[in-house]
């Protein structure tokens, strides 16, 4: 028995829909996530290993804010089940 | 010879007052008119080979059906198969029609289900794209349809089924397939790899 990992000829780049999932990616990776962490909140980028931990939500906040890529990504709030209450601008800090 | 690519996204588009900010909205109806408008080319396309593709949302199958797939004699349904209810429906449905032969030789149905290599590539991507779902879509659908793979695996051992994973890294969308040498490999393989939703929120808050 063998499972055989067969990589595929290379996609056209430039195709529309292989771009624009490229540019998704790219811009979900400048945006910051503000996730529950036991009695805290826990602030990070989707790639990152550790993130940086705040008592209080509106500490968290400050900190995505201060740390959002050239102010271009959004930031997003998640709730006590993982999933997203809201992002910025939509949801008021 | 094109595929003829039938996607529940594309036909959205068509619909009266949708806008990609609230594309959830639009998910029920299309994904009806994507069932009827696959049924109606099943009765007259010519294409020698069926594919249903598989996968959860943002995991790379409209990109690998644009990549690989969009030039060859395919009739191609782009959509997760979320449900085994739903997939056994539509292979049923297959399985009778391609009993008829085309030019012939007997049609054939493939699965080509792509899982995102890693899920937080495919959560940054589904998150930020243009159309817009709630990201319990993402947790419930990529669940559900490697869920309904294992099932679809077990309930018709016959139906050829090609598993592809995606990666984005350095700025290169690429694809691996993954070869098994026999088909309890797969099914091995596919049992090991399920999620649940909670799994999978693990995986992207960690």
């Known amino acids: 028995m063998a499972i055989t990992y067969k990589k595929m000829p290379n996609a056209d780049q430039n195709d529309p829909q292989i771009r624009e999932y490229a540019e998704a990616v790219e811009r979900g990776r400048k945006s910051i996530h503000i996730f529950r962490n036991g009695d805290g909140w826990k602030v990070k980028r989707i790639e990152d290993e550790e993130g940086k931990f705040f008592t209080s939500k509106e500490d968290a906040m400050v900190y995505a804010r201060e740390n959002i890529e050239d102010k271009s990504g959004t930031i997003f709030i998640h709730g006590e089940n993982g999933l997203v209450m809201g992002s910025i601008p939509e949801i008021a800090s | ?206």
Not at chain 2, 98 to 125: E, R, T
Not at chain 2, 128 to 150: G, N, Q
């Open chain 2, 1 to 206: 010879m094109s595929a003829t690519i039938i996607s529940a996204d594309d036909i959205k588009k068509e619909l009266p007052g949708y806008d990609l900010s609230h594309a959830e909205e639009f998910h029920r109806e299309s994904a009806k008119l994507a069932d009827r408008k696959f049924d109606a080319c099943l009765k007259t396309s010519t294409h020698q080979t069926i594919v249903l593709m598989s996968g959860g949302p943002a995991s790379g199958k409209t990109e690998f059906v644009a990549a690989y797939l969009k030039d060859g004699d395919y009739l191609i349904f782009d959509g997760i198969l979320p449900t085994e209810a739903g997939a056994g429906i539509k292979i049923d449905h297959i399985r009778k029609s391609i009993g008829k032969l085309v030019n012939g030789s007997a049609k054939q149905l493939k699965i080509y289900a792509v899982w995102p290599k890693d899920f937080k590539q495919a959560y940054q991507a589904f998150i930020s794209r243009d159309r817009k779902f709630s990201d319990e879509h993402f947790y419930s659908k990529h669940a559900s349809a490697r869920k309904t793979l294992l099932w679809i695996a077990k309930a018709y051992p016959d139906i050829e089924i090609k598993l592809y994973t995606s990666t984005y890294q350095k700025g290169i969308l690429s694809f691996t397939e993954i070869d098994f040498s026999e088909k309890r490999e797969a099914l091995v393989f596919l049992e090991k790899n399920q999620y649940s939703e909670k799994d999978i929120i693990n995986v992207i808050s960690s």
